[in-house]
């Protein structure tokens, strides 16, 4: 069984720049990058390795809702400019891009959907969004903390089972991406929500059934449930254009 190894870049290399005490310094960035990434392939042994961007387009999820993300802070103008050397640097090791015309996300979960079809996919990430990606194929590996990110802690931290992630993220919202929710609905009453009538659309069937007050709020955040639903779902679906075979682990990799 193959393993392909799916970075996810801006997620490594802005935590790694932000290490820096000055934002203007990205000297030796790419070669702290690349490091990085070698301990990576070292660490996993895989067969394949891909490190997905950004792009500048406008996202479908920005389209649908103008807040999305709203507030975040830009990335530093000296390491947008440091990011082509850094592709550079990891491609002279082997280390080839995958340039998504948006997110990044979604080329990362539909490459790491195909891939466990029949072989394994390593995602490197902190976004706890690619839990949703619920394939025993499929790992999840925090490389600062180096280690595999729990589903089951992620199920314990929220209250709800891991199917319902989707669900609640819905009624909750999500602050870090500016996903509204539904208006009044926290954390703790989404999840008892959830453990009594599991699914969301269950939870908009029974709304007779569901204290006056809390009925209200969800009656009327409907719409921003619905949307909020949409907006934290992982597109598995996307155009990738491009070859397993240009991404096979080589000894131009250091390993």
């Known amino acids: 069984m193959n393993t392909f190894l799916i970075i996810d870049g801006l997620n490594l290399v802005r935590r790694i720049h932000a290490a820096q005490p000055n934002e203007n310094d990205v000297n030796g960035l790419p070669q702290r990058v690349g490091s990085a990434c070698l301990k990576l392939l070292k660490t996993h042994t895989p067969s394949h390795v891909a490190i997905v961007w950004d792009g500048d387009a406008i996202s479908w999820r920005k389209r649908l809702y103008e807040d999305y993300k709203k507030g975040r802070k830009p990335m530093p103008d000296a390491l947008a400019k440091a990011l082509e050397g850094i592709k550079g640097h990891l491609a002279e090791l082997g280390i080839n891009s995958i340039n998504a015309q948006a997110e990044a996300d979604d080329v990362i979960a539909t490459l790491a959907t195909k891939m466990s079809q029949a072989h394994r996919a390593i995602i490197v990430s902190t976004d706890k969004g690619f839990t949703q990606l619920l394939h025993p194929n ?26 319902q992630f989707i669900d609640f993220l819905a009624l909750a919202g999500d602050n870090g991406n500016k996903i509204p929710g539904v208006p009044g609905i926290g954390p703790k009453s989404a999840s008892e929500l959830l453990k009594t009538y599991i699914t969301l659309a ?54």
């Not at 790992?139 to 600062?144: E, I």
């Not at 903390?145 to 931290?157: D, G, L, M, T």
Request: net charge positive; aromatic share 8%; charged share 20%.
């Open 202 to 255: 269950n939870i908009y069937a029974s709304l007779d059934n569901v204290g006056a007050k809390q009925a209200k709020k969800l009656e009327q955040g409907k719409p921003l449930a619905r949307l909020s639903y949409k907006l934290v779902q992982l597109q598995t679906n996307m155009p990738l254009n491009t070859h397993l075979a240009y991404f096979r682990v080589t000894q131009s990799n250091g390993t």
């Open 138 to 163: 499929i790992l999840l590996w925090d490389y600062f903390n180096q280690c595999e990110i729990s589903i089951a802690e992620r199920e314990q931290k929220l209250g709800v089972d891991r199917s």
